[in-house]
Nanobody
Framework: QVQLVESGGDLVQTGGSLRLSCAAS????????MGWYRQAPGKQRELVAI???????NYADSVKGRFTISRDYAKKTTYLQMSSLKPEDTAVYYC??????????????WGQGTQVTVSS
């Protein structure tokens, strides 16, 4: 059984910073990509940032230059450092990861989400 647990969401003022964390636990053979998505009220869930097993990163245009994704392989954890936050960044942020749990078993797992609210 695999779990992804996010933390770090909070209420912050415009221009502020937050760091989100997502730790994977359970019967994990290896982790491929890890990523962050967000969903604002009334909107579809969207990709924010993703980091591959090899460390390559990709970002949504709306967060480039403000957000940085990283991962600690030993801790099976990914981080999202968010700076220069804007009210439009307000959303529930979800962690996702492609995790291999057996020789031929790979699934995508999701965390429960953490709320980020940016006040104007």
């Amino acid at each position: 059984q695999v779990q992804l647990v996010e933390s770090g969401g909070d209420l912050v003022q415009t221009g502020g910073s937050l760091r989100l964390s997502c730790a994977a636990s359970g019967s994990i053979f290896s982790i491929n990509f890890m990523g962050w998505y967000r969903q604002a009220p009334g909107k579809q869930r969207e990709l924010v940032a993703i980091i591959t097993k090899g460390g390559m990163t990709n970002y949504a245009d709306s967060v480039k230059g403000r957000f940085t994704i990283s991962r600690d392989y030993a801790k099976k954890t990914t981080y999202l450092q968010m700076s220069s936050l804007k009210p439009e960044d307000t959303a529930v942020y979800y962690c996702s990861a492609s995790i291999k749990t057996g020789t031929d078993v790979t699934d995508v797992y999701w965390g429960q989400g953490t709320q980020v609210t940016v006040s104007s």
